[in-house]
């Protein structure tokens, strides 16, 4: 059976209009003649989304008990059933409510596919697994509903539906995506033009990488190997070298002047693993590469032109930056060199080739190192000495061997000295075999004349062969020696960086791997001081520096206090105490002290806001409650103070009901004013910790009655459902009152006429959940935290309610007994508000559906 196709609707906020176009593609497709079924559609009480149904065939949705109430989900079985052409399935995130067969909508509609039905369905851009933690930065909420990004990068069709943020706004202002009653609050909250147009930004980037891994399907499964410029990308090779700023830079401006081009940054490692580029050099680089937008990559080749074209063709680039040669002009002339040899097998990508400072120069590599011990070697120069006329002598006792046979074991003693001595002791050993066999044993004997071309030949094979296998055997053991040195760097570079990642403080778990690795005293990093730039002698005066990180003891206090110091830059500096360490080991603190720098700035972008959290979370509140005294509270002030100066007013005579109504109103403003002032008091007692809690045993059925009753007729509907077995709560009797009033009252002021809210209560190992569900507007997820700030009311208009404490109160009333409230999605629509409170004697879990 061939598996159904999934076609995604994306849209960047809700109200874009995914759902109604979704309709219309249905529509399209049954006009066709095309079998097409609503599995489930929601219309959130749009009426243009509701009556773009028409005449579509809608399959009946089933209806799911959960913690005494009910709710309805999609009829997957009947849907499978039915088996239509296409179903309708809207809100590909939705996560079912428990008791469902699979815990989310997309698992759904993947038994849709299987069983061969095409999918057409919905989902916002906030919703995407990947993009959950940017949205959340963006929008100051976090999104629990998300799917795996595989599902839909799976998809057949991703069709962006696309609206500018102005016109959203108006959508919105229209009441055309949410009730009256919630558009102030949508519009100054998450539908903000920043907001938007950020989202709009992420739909369209995603839809993009998700066209470019089509692109590049489609380009793999034709061979087609040529560059496609679709999309500006600029590639940018490093070779390690002090050049690699510039050229970096250089790129970024080339990048920059194409909108939405990429920047990569490439560094071609020899294929041996051996070390070639310093890597402090090419750590600093990478930094700078990511801090202008771009991506850093490391490939291994031999054959550094074809590796760079290889991987420029890869991505798909069309730029190519190379910096100009540092090769001397006699090495040019046996060589083209990088630049010269990718310029001419480039093809259609443009290469360019910057000039910088160190064009032309020398390029100076690392000190090569030894290939053996100055031990060895001075062995290998004994034995040269010693070992051949030994040899000779040997030889000559032995009667009948030919001048071939000499050869050979002449070249066989040579071979031993080059594994035991090196290069410089085997060419003495070939040098002085090729006198004695000339001497010895060459025609005419005891001259350095040979009579037969034959033996010349001989003598110059042996003298060939004999420097060729001394060469390769040095070669081999310097890079022996290399391959253990870069081994050891790397496995030092990986253990300190895993320790960066593990530790808590990364600069001082740095500072102290780097001392353990090293053995060393102490490390310091070093800051210069602002006073002390251009200083003479700065590097000895301790008072010039700044000790911004230090690990062991006594850490140095300037430069020149250590026996190693590393600049990072112009004002930072690494200091290493203890010992003075080699020249190949400069080269591995050098890359730990660039990732210092680093990890120093985190740590102080880290501090700020921490800093700056406190400051804006007082002003806001400062401000808040400058609105809410200026405003909120004024307005029983002027209904108490209209009341009273009509009561003493001597020009008006009231009859007895009138002036029982001044009363009333004026005695109702006070209360309203004595519950605003009493919520303002305990929420400072809260913020400054000194609320008196003074917990006990009560039970849920006797404090749920006393809430209703101070609520008075308007909570005369609301149905209660609390087990007799319910067993008891621990807390304070006042302060419990308090939150279930304010919540219940909340529940009340959102419930639609003649759908009161319903109040259930559940036990739990060792807690007792109290869940007051209403039925109306609801709130979007990404709004919950929202509700609970202090003078939040979410866009309510009518100011007479209070200064939005309540909630926010309720909340830190219930944690300061060491309860909880959270906010869940009423299923079918609505907010069920969720109270924990610890239970006074552990009880089982009920069966049931748990959280």
């Not at 990088?338 to 390029?363: C, F, K, M, N, Q």
């Amino acid at each position: 059976m061939a598996r159904g196709e999934l076609r995604i609707y994306l849209g960047a906020a809700p109200g874009v209009g995914k759902t109604y176009e979704m309709l219309e593609e249905a529509h399209r497709r049954a006009e066709r003649g095309t079998d097409v079924v609503i599995g489930l559609v929601e219309t959130h009480g749009r009426p243009h989304t509701a009556a773009m149904i028409g005449d579509l065939e809608v399959v009946p949705r089933r209806t799911v008990a959960y913690r005494g109430a009910e709710f309805t989900e999609m009829d997957l079985d009947a849907v499978l059933a039915r088996r239509p052409d296409v179903a309708v399935v809207d809100e590909l995130a939705h996560t079912n409510v428990p008791g469902s067969r699979n815990e989310k909508r997309w698992q759904d509609i993947q038994e849709l596919l299987d069983a061969g039905i095409t999918v057409l369905t919905t989902v916002n851009i906030q919703h995407l697994e990947s993009l959950n933690d940017v949205v959340a930065q963006i929008t100051g909420t976090t999104q629990r509903e998300t799917v795996p990004d595989q599902i839909v990068r799976a998809a057949e069709q991703v069709e962006l539906v696309d609206m500018t943020p102005e016109a959203l706004r108006r959508r919105m202002a229209h009441g055309n995506i949410y009730r009256p009653d919630k558009i102030d609050a949508a519009l100054g909250n998450y539908f903000r033009v920043g907001n938007l147009t950020a989202l709009r930004e992420l739909a369209l980037l995603w839809l993009a990488d998700k066209v470019d891994e089509q692109l590049d399907r489609y380009r793999a499964q034709q061979g087609i190997s040529a560059t496609w410029e679709a999309r500006e990308r600029v590639v940018v090779a490093l070779t390690g070298g002090p050049e690699g700023e510039t050229l970096i830079r250089r790129a970024a401006r080339i990048a920059a002047r194409s909108k939405g081009a990429d920047l990569l940054a490439v560094h071609v490692a020899r294929s041996d693993g051996l070390a070639g580029a310093d890597p402090a050099q090419l750590a600093r680089q990478r930094v700078l590469v990511e801090s202008l937008g771009g991506t850093y990559h490391q490939v291994l080749g031999t054959d550094i032109p074809a590796a760079l074209l290889d991987f420029a063709r890869g991505v798909n680039a069309t730029q190519l930056v190379l910096g100009a040669s540092r090769r001397g002009r006699i090495a040019q002339i046996f060589s083209q060199g990088v630049g010269v040899t990718t310029t001419a097998l480039s093809g259609p990508i443009d290469v360019h080739l910057v000039t910088h400072p160190e064009a032309g120069r020398r390029r100076r590599g690392a000190e090569v190192p030894a290939a053996l011990s100055r031990r060895r070697r001075l062995l290998g120069f004994a034995l040269a000495g010693l070992g051949m006329p030994a040899l000779t002598a040997l030889l000559k006792a032995l009667p009948g061997l030919t001048l071939t046979s000499d050869i050979l074991l002449f070249l066989a003693a040579v071979v031993g000295v080059a594994l035991v001595g090196g290069l410089w002791p085997a060419l003495v050993a070939a040098l002085g075999g090729s006198l004695l066999l000339n001497w010895f044993f060459t025609p005419p004997y005891y001259t350095l004349t040979i009579a037969e071309g034959e033996n010349l030949l001989a003598i110059g094979v042996f003298v060939g062969v004999a420097v060729a296998v001394s060469w390769i055997v040095d070669v081999a053991a310097r890079r022996t020696r290399e391959a253990a040195r870069a081994s050891a760097d790397a496995q030092t570079l990986a253990t300190v960086a895993g320790g960066v990642l593990r530790g808590a403080r990364p600069l001082t778990a740095l500072l102290d791997r780097l001392r353990e690795t090293f053995g060393l005293r102490a490390v310091s990093v070093l800051e210069l001081v602002a006073e002390a730039e251009g200083r003479p002698g700065r590097a000895r005066d301790e008072q010039a520096w700044r000790v911004v990180a230090s690990v062991g003891d006594a850490p140095p206090c300037s430069p020149s206090a250590g026996e190693t110091s590393v600049p990072v830059d112009e004002r930072l500096t690494v200091v290493l105490a203890g010992r003075r360490l080699e020249a190949a080991d400069r080269r591995v603190v050098e890359a730990f002290a660039a990732q210092a720098a680093v990890a120093l700035r985190q740590e102080r972008l880290t501090e700020q806001a921490a800093a700056a959290r406190p400051l804006a979370e007082a002003d806001r509140m400062r401000t808040a409650l400058l609105a809410a005294v200026s405003h909120d509270l004024r307005t029983p002030l002027a209904s108490a103070k209209a009341a009273v100066s009509s009561l003493r007013s001597h020009d008006v005579d009231f009859d007895p009901d009138d002036q029982a109504e001044l009363l009333a109103t004026a005695d109702e403003s006070l209360d309203r004013l004595s519950r605003l002032v009493a919520n303002l008091l305990d929420m400072s007692r809260l913020q400054a910790g000194a609320l008196g809690v003074h917990p006990v045993p009560i039970g849920l059925e006797d404090a749920v009655p006393r809430a209703l009753d101070e609520l008075g007729p308007s909570a005369a509907d609301v149905r209660t459902d609390i087990p007799a077995d319910l067993p008891a709560v621990t807390a304070d009797p006042g302060l419990l009152e308090r939150v279930l009033v304010n919540i219940i009252a909340n529940a009340l002021r959102h419930s639609p006429p003649g759908q009161p809210p319903t109040i259930t209560a559940s036990a739990h190992t060792g807690q007792v959940e109290l869940r007051i569900i209403d039925t109306g507007p609801g709130i979007p997820e990404d709004q919950w935290e929202h509700v609970f700030l202090p003078f939040q009311r979410l866009g309510d208009r009518d100011n007479t309610t209070g200064v939005g404490l309540g909630l926010a109160l309720s909340r830190g009333l219930a944690e300061a007994m060491g309860g909880s409230i959270t906010p869940e999605t009423t299923p079918g629509g609505g907010l069920t508000m969720v109270l924990r409170l610890p239970a006074a004697t552990p009880t089982d879990p009920p069966e049931g559906p748990q959280e």
